[in-house]
């Protein structure tokens, strides 16, 4: 005769074991939430980048780039804080989101063009002459896929425009800080005058 005891025994045991099963269950659906949502957070986008600045990164002297806010904020507007999903919260309310998020990858679009061979080739570090057409193709017409650079997103953070140092417009491809405020104006005219806001990415080539 099975005693008391050993059904008691039993019964935990089988306890024990149900807990440890559904504990096992709620770790793999947990890690593979993550990892579908890394996946998802983590996008692949593309970027237009000039051949100055494509020389910049080969050369290793480019590893930061900025835009502005989109939507800017109004001009009264004091930065109170930056959650850590990036968005860049203001004193009237006004929220702004980054575009890019640590680890994302952007692909870079550049000036190309085509060598008597009919192979692909790149204004930027190239020694060839470009034979068919005699043209080289706006980075516009650049598709996607052919991107030879693939710079991976490292961190993001909010920058004011009239901080910025020689040592940053250098980390921004730039040999001064005078020749990184000819850009500003180029591309936004008010931004240096009205200290704007904008979002500085560090990055490194990606696999690194």
């Not at 600045?53 to 900025?66: P, T, Y």
């Not at 309310?93 to 061979?117: H, N, P, T």
């Not at 000819?182 to 008010?190: P, Q």
């Amino acid at each position: 005769m099975i005693s008391e005891d050993w059904l008691k025994i039993k019964k935990e045991n089988r306890e024990v074991e149900l807990f440890c099963i559904s504990i096992l269950i709620m770790y793999i659906i947990t890690w593979k939430y993550w990892n579908g949502l890394g996946r998802i957070l983590m996008k692949t986008h593309s970027i237009i980048l000039s051949t100055d600045m494509v020389e910049a990164i080969l050369a290793g002297r480019k590893n930061k780039l900025w835009e502005l806010f989109s939507p800017r904020p109004a001009f009264n507007a004091e930065l109170d804080h930056v959650d850590d999903l990036v968005y860049a919260v203001f004193t009237n309310g006004q929220i702004c989101r980054s575009r890019y998020f640590a680890g994302d990858i952007l692909g870079v679009r550049e000036i190309f063009g085509y060598d008597s061979e009919k192979r692909r080739i790149f204004k930027a570090g190239s020694s060839s002459q470009v034979t068919k057409d005699n043209k080289w193709y706006p980075a516009a017409m650049m598709r996607g896929e052919w991107a030879r650079l693939r710079l991976k997103i490292l961190s993001c953070q909010v920058i004011r425009f009239r901080d910025m140092s020689n040592t940053d417009a250098f980390a921004e491809g730039y040999c001064h800080l005078n020749d990184w405020k000819s850009a500003v104006f180029r591309k936004a005219a008010t931004a240096w005058a009205c200290n704007e806001y904008a979002w500085e990415y560090s990055f490194c080539l990606e696999n690194c």
